[in-house]
């Protein structure tokens, strides 16, 4: 009990403060990604095509076994739903944390070595920051093809300078302080340095980036889907209900964009609001005042 | 700078590996366009030919390219245009109104507008303005290129997500500045509200605001693509988008060189602004 207490009252100190909506939202779309195969009706791949293109429950030709209505093919709407949580969840966090990686190695690298290690690495980076992101995205998609693994490679790809840079410039002024001088008198390796000293304090940035950039990496990941290139049909994922439903609108079948739609919306609206959050409860000034 | 547009070069020349290796059969094809050659020479040749705005020819069109990208130019550019005026509008509008009235109604309104804007992908957003405004209202065509009814929605489409940061910018720019010590003497020297807000308070907040344009013009024409598809918008996201479908990278190289170097073009304008709206920045 003595080790875990100290890390449990941090994790409840943390949900208090939190904004909680945000968190419950969150807490449901994990949820439904987890344990997908409990809680949808039905199969979100195979379709009954007698059942096809029913509109929500409470319109007419509704049925309330199928909630939010059938696609063209006869898929459960709010099945789909469900499992897409997944494949999005699992593509964004693991894109970030990815670029995270990725892009906190090179930066605290080069913010620490300096000289010609700190140049070449910036060279690098800007020049990857100039393409535009979604058309790399594309670019990428084409060559190596298509599926999941392949969309987290590219969007980590495209995502990982941000944290370079900011990386970069925390190390370089974490550099400069006392305590690391007085590591590196002390005699500390400069790998013992890196770890013990700098990367926790370069984390807390990384975390408010990361959690900032989920979002965006949703979105990025549902338009790459909706052009083709991203998650391959007929896996659930929410950019392909987008595309699929695009067809339906000029006759009207508007559930087939609008759950899915909503869907992401909320699921970036939440990471958004945390990120913000977590911006604020992780700056060192406000850390002061609650103490 | 030529160092940034140097990069672009080697990454589509990639794609000459990936095809060729499933169209073997097309060899005459790869003959004509000189793909047969080693990959460092190939650059060379592009680098070359790129500065003589010469782009070889698209595979799929059967026209050169630069007339290609110089056909659906304009049109990129309208779309783009037309946006970043509606983005800028409602964003400044938006963060003037939230941060005169800070804590009203109209301040978290506005907030919880600008966080909606972010959140949702700007084809999704066309196509509820599609579900609304032509299938349900019928008072706006679906698509297609043509004057104002047929700009309106893919302007505000990729528009709404960009007001969003502007309204966040402006805001907290402009309540920093309206705090400072200037202000507060303009204030004290008896200027109208209107003079002291919009004259000295707006010029200064702007600054980062123009930073934020320069960054967004940029992420407007790649993010464009999506919309570009939904509309059937002919300009550049899409020309690129079918290249790299299809594989005609001639096409593809050159919608990315071009975006580039236009990237570090309007970085190097804003720059320019910089100094006229702060002129602190000029004595340097």
């Known amino acids: 009990m003595n080790k875990f207490s100290p890390i449990l009252a941090k994790i409840l100190e943390f949900i208090r403060r939190a904004p909680k909506v945000p968190l419950i939202i969150l807490l449901i779309l994990v949820a439904s990604a987890i344990f997908a195969d409990f809680l949808a009706w039905h199969d979100p791949e195979i379709g009954d095509p007698r059942q096809r293109l029913l509109p929500p429950f409470w319109e007419e030709r509704g049925n309330i076994r199928y909630p939010l209505g059938t696609d063209t093919m006869g898929r459960d709407v709010l099945s789909r739903l469900i499992y897409g949580a997944r494949v999005s969840l699992l593509v964004a966090l693991a894109a970030v944390i990815f670029a ?21 690495i910036m060279r690098f980076t800007d020049s990857w920051l100039s393409i535009p992101t979604v058309m790399f995205g594309i670019l990428m998609a084409v060559i190596v093809g298509p599926g999941v693994f392949n969309i987290i490679i590219i969007l980590g790809a495209v995502y990982w300078t941000r944290y370079a840079r900011v990386t970069r410039g925390e190390t370089l002024s974490l550099k400069t302080r006392d305590f690391v001088h007085l590591a590196t008198i002390a005699g500390c390796g400069k790998f013992r340095i890196i770890r013990k000293h700098i990367l926790p304090n370069v984390m807390n940035n990384v975390i408010t980036l990361a959690s900032l950039q989920i979002g965006v990496v949703i979105v990025v990941e549902a338009s790459l889907t909706f052009l083709g290139v991203g998650v391959p049909p007929p896996k659930p994922a929410w950019g392909l209900m987008l595309s699929e439903g695009r067809g339906g609108l000029l006759a009207g079948y508007w559930w087939l964009i609008v759950s899915p739609g909503v869907a992401i919306a909320l699921l970036v609206m939440s990471f958004n609001l945390i990120g913000d959050w977590l911006r604020l409860y992780l700056d060192p000034h406000y850390r002061n005042i609650k103490a | 700078m030529i160092f940034l547009a140097a990069r672009i070069g080697p990454d589509p020349a990639f794609m000459i590996a990936s095809p060729g290796a499933d169209e073997g059969e097309l060899n005459s094809i790869r003959d004509r366009f000189g793909l047969n050659e080693p990959l460092p020479i190939q650059y060379v040749i592009f680098v070359k030919k790129a500065l003589q705005a010469d782009f070889g020819e698209s595979i799929y069109y059967g026209l050169p390219v630069s007339e290609i990208v110089w056909q659906r130019l304009p049109a990129s550019l309208k779309l783009v245009g037309a946006a970043k005026l509606i983005s800028l509008g409602i964003g400044l509008v938006a963060g003037v109104l939230a941060a005169r009235r800070r804590g009203g109604w109209m301040d978290n309104a506005v907030r919880w507008f600008s966080l909606a804007g972010l959140s949702m992908p700007n084809f999704w957003i066309a196509m509820l303005f599609i579900l609304i405004f032509s299938v349900k209202l019928k008072i706006l065509p679906t698509g297609g290129y043509g004057g104002i009814a047929h700009l309106l929605m893919p302007a505000f489409s990729l528009g709404w997500y960009f007001s969003a940061g502007y309204t966040r910018i402006t805001y907290s720019s402009l309540l920093q500045v309206l705090n400072s010590e200037y202000i507060k003497l303009a204030r004290v020297k008896g200027l109208s509200e209107m003079s002291v807000v919009g004259k000295h308070g707006l010029k200064n907040a702007l600054i980062p605001v123009v930073t934020l344009a320069g960054m967004n013009i940029v992420i407007m024409i790649s993010g464009a693509v999506a919309i570009e598809m939904v509309f059937a918008w002919p300009g550049l996201g899409l020309l690129m988008y079918h290249g790299a479908i299809y594989r005609d990278f001639n096409v593809v190289q050159a919608v990315i060189l071009f975006i580039s170097v236009s990237m570090v073009m309007v970085n190097l304008l804003v720059d320019i602004l910089y100094a006229y709206l702060d002129p602190r920045i000029r004595y340097q």
């Open chain 1, 100 to 120: 995270a990686c990725l892009g906190t190695a090179a930066g605290v690298i080069a913010g620490f070595f300096g000289g010609w290690v700190d140049q070449a």
